[in-house]
């Protein structure tokens, strides 16, 4: 037993068993996403380590212990993707997309993350994200404000809060990592150690410290929102006026920098209570400096993603269940002919109702045992083909829940029946 197969620690199946819930998700969010607008983009998970060192920045917990990097025989550095924005801005670049306008687009797909497993936290993990190129307005900022805020209403979930902050420009930023360096530099003797590391590659990191020991440190430091340059200043105004006009919630919350390097402006995070300290469900903000430190012309940009085992969390944990089960049919089969029958009257019921789950027998076991099987699998009907059915050309209807009869009737009349 001891050599049994498993998988690796972080890294989970989705059974059969819980896999309704993330399709019907993904839908929910796909259509969405769609309805926007936006378009679906697929690129590698694999990219060069250099592309997210790059666009992640060096001075970041990814980069710096949650990539899962390797050598290739030629010596180039390797990674599996640990978030989708850098391959996003990769793939733009490479294919000279926002030459072409503005680019709306959404990606899906596994991330990888080396962080110690836990609820909520993975080291394999799924998010959607989306991310919009060549629009500096605030009004594409709100209007992803607005499409997740749907999103929660689409789904029926509640207890969500929204949280913006601005990081206003890099110059205004670089003024402000001074002060801030000067700030904790005096107070060296409180800091942890996370954040002595920080204070020389990363001070702004020092904010988002969840640390509890040093909250008072960091609640009476100096406030990027205090050293705003004037443009950063009237466009996060502007993202403000349209959230208050939508009757979008939120909280400003000047702590909120962000894990990666290349956000300015808008920051947003939608997080819940009810997940415990994972309760981050979507992140993003702008990042207009990254397509040209990329290699590309500049091209403002704005992103987010979500993470899918959180809201999947939330929604079993909000009991929500998204969608009622399609119509199923099991089809009870006894005799031969009855076996090549079934074949076709399957294909038949297929084209007439496509949304319905038939379950065609394969064990040619008894009537007994198959009605059985036909109660496991949770079956609205029965749908008996037996030498009299077969002999008669009709097809019996049996439903297994509530107290109707059986009857016998033709295909024709099965497929109005269940049409009604
Ligand atoms: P956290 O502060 O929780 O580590 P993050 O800032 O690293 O989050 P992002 O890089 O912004 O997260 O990723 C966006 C979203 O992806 C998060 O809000 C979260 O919902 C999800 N996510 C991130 N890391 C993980 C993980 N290891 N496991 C599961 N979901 C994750
Ligand atoms: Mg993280």
């Known amino acids: 037993m001891s050599n049994k197969i498993q998988a690796i620690r972080g890294m989970n199946d989705l059974l059969p068993k819980d896999s309704a819930l993330w399709l019907s998700l993904e839908k929910t969010i ?37 990539m899962y990097s390797w050598q290739e025989s030629n010596g180039e550095s390797l990674s599996l993707r640990p978030e989708g924005t850098a391959g996003c801005v990769r793939a733009m ?46 009004k594409i900022d709100a209007e992803l404000m607005v499409m997740t805020y749907s999103l929660w209403q689409n789904l029926g979930l509640k207890n969500i809060t929204l949280e913006i902050n601005t990081l206003g420009s890099s110059e205004a930023r670089a003024n402000y990592r001074f002060l801030l360096t000067d700030y904790f530099t005096q107070h060296k003797d409180q800091l942890d150690e996370d954040s002595t590391r920080r204070l020389s590659t990363n001070p702004l990191r020092i904010l988002d410290s969840k640390n509890k020991d040093m909250q008072s440190l960091i609640n009476a430091a100096p406030k990027l929102m205090d050293y705003l340059d004037d443009e950063s200043s009237k466009h996060f105004d502007e993202f403000k006026a349209y959230l208050d006009y939508l009757n979008i919630p939120y909280v400003i919350n000047t702590r909120l920098v962000r894990g990666l390097d290349y956000y300015n402006r808008t920051v947003f995070e939608w997080t819940t209570t009810d997940l415990g300290s994972q309760g981050t469900i979507c992140a993003g903000g702008r990042y207009d400096g990254l397509v040209e430190k990329m290699g590309g012309k ?61 379950y065609n027998d394969i064990t040619l076991g008894s009537f007994k045992a198959q009605f059985k099987k036909a109660d496991k699998a949770n079956a609205d009907f029965a749908l008996i083909l037996g030498e009299e059915e077969m002999s008669n050309n009709q097809i019996s209807i049996k439903p297994l829940k509530g107290q109707g009869l059986q009857q016998a009737m033709s295909l024709d009349e099965v497929i109005k029946y269940f049409k009604n």
Do not use: W
């Open 93 to 138: 670049i490479e294919h000279n997309l926002p030459r072409e306008g503005i680019q709306k687009v959404f990606y899906q797909g596994a991330m990888f993350r080396h962080e110690r497993p836990q609820k909520g936290r993975y080291r394999q993990f799924h998010q959607v994200g989306v991310e919009v190129f060549g629009a500096d307005n605030a």
């Open 298 to 358: 500049p091209t403002p940009a704005v992103g987010f993603a979500l993470g899918l085992e959180r809201l999947i969390l939330l929604l079993e944990a909000q009991e929500i269940t998204l969608s009622e089960p399609p119509l199923s049919i099991y089809l009870v089969i006894l005799g031969d002919d009855a076996q090549l029958r079934s074949m076709q009257v399957a294909t038949q019921l297929h084209h007439a109702l496509p949304e319905a789950i038939l």
């Open 30 to 66: 796909f259509n969405l996403f769609l309805s926007y607008g936006f378009k679906n983009i697929r690129t590698p998970i694999v990219e060069k380590t250099d592309t997210f060192c790059r666009a992640i920045g060096e001075a970041t917990d990814i980069v710096e212990k949650e």
